[in-house]
């Protein structure tokens, strides 16, 4: 079973400063695989990058993804204060395909929650 | 635009069943898997289910595997999760999200959610 270690826990940081947020795989993994969402407080998650580096629709250009075999980042640069959420990493670790009988599972991190002073 | 919206949750009694639906629209729904994620109060996400655009097969995480069944109705664009034997940990919002169609590994709408609440 893999799992995402993602750090820190919380993260508090004034509106212009840059967040790096991190995300620990217990092995070596396809970067194509990982992702990082965004929840607010009461709202549902939403996509910011995936394939570890691509931004989703409409995502700015300050969210800024990273990384390849275990170890992977997320970088907020000049916060705002509308950046104040829950931050998560997932991974999905199995075959695309289907067709070869392998159970594929989406794996999330326990998040990181971002704070602005 | 694409949207979902779930349905079905409420108070639940502790061994019953319940069935969540979502409603998708704005998008082709016969061409995108469909996933079922939750989140119990106060924690973060966990994944629970998916199916392919085609209701062929479904895959669950292990910890729901016995007791929750996806499902989707192509005609009436439509996921669903039923829950068997509803345990108190079941309790939390559930979301309804759409694998994007670049290789499905992540998940690139999410419905509002609906609120499962389990009672004693």
């Known amino acids: 079973e893999i799992v995402l270690t993602q750090s820190p826990g919380t993260l508090s940081l004034s509106p212009g400063e840059r967040a790096t947020l991190s995300c620990r795989v217990s092995?070596?993994?396809?970067?194509?695989?990982l992702a990082w969402y965004r929840q607010k407080p009461g709202q549902a998650p939403c996509l910011l990058v995936y394939?570890?580096?691509n931004r989703a629709t409409g995502i700015p250009d300050r969210f800024t993804g990273s990384g390849s075999g275990t170890d992977f980042t997320l970088t907020i640069s000049r916060l705002e204060p509308e950046d104040s959420a829950v931050y998560y990493c997932?991974?999905?670790?199995?075959?695309?395909?289907?067709?070869?009988?392998?159970?594929?599972?989406?794996?999330f991190g326990q998040g990181t929650k971002v704070e602005i002073k | 635009q694409a949207q979902l919206v779930e349905s079905g949750g409420g108070v639940v009694q502790s061994g019953r069943s319940l069935r969540l639906s979502c409603a998708a629209s704005?998008?082709?729904?016969?061409?995108?898997?469909m996933h079922w994620v939750r989140q119990a109060p106060g924690k973060g996400l966990e994944w629970v289910a998916v199916?392919?655009?085609?209701?062929?097969?479904?895959y669950y995480a292990d910890s729901v595997k016995d007791r929750f069944t996806i499902s989707r109705d192509n005609s009436r664009d439509r996921v669903f999760l039923q829950v068997n034997n509803v345990r108190p940990d079941d309790r939390g919002v559930y979301y309804c999200?759409?694998?994007?169609?670049?290789?499905?590994?992540?998940?690139?709408?999410w419905g509002k959610g609906t609120t499962v609440t389990v009672s004693s």
């Open positions: 999200a759409r694998a994007a169609a670049t290789g499905g590994s992540h998940l690139d709408v």
């Open positions: 704005g998008f082709t729904f016969t061409s995108f898997a």
């Open positions: 199916t392919p655009y085609d209701g062929s097969s479904q």
């Open positions: 092995q070596s993994v396809n970067s194509i695989y």
């Open positions: 394939g570890s580096s």
């Open positions: 997932q991974l999905y670790d199995s075959s695309p395909t289907w067709t070869f009988g392998s159970s594929p599972t989406w794996t």
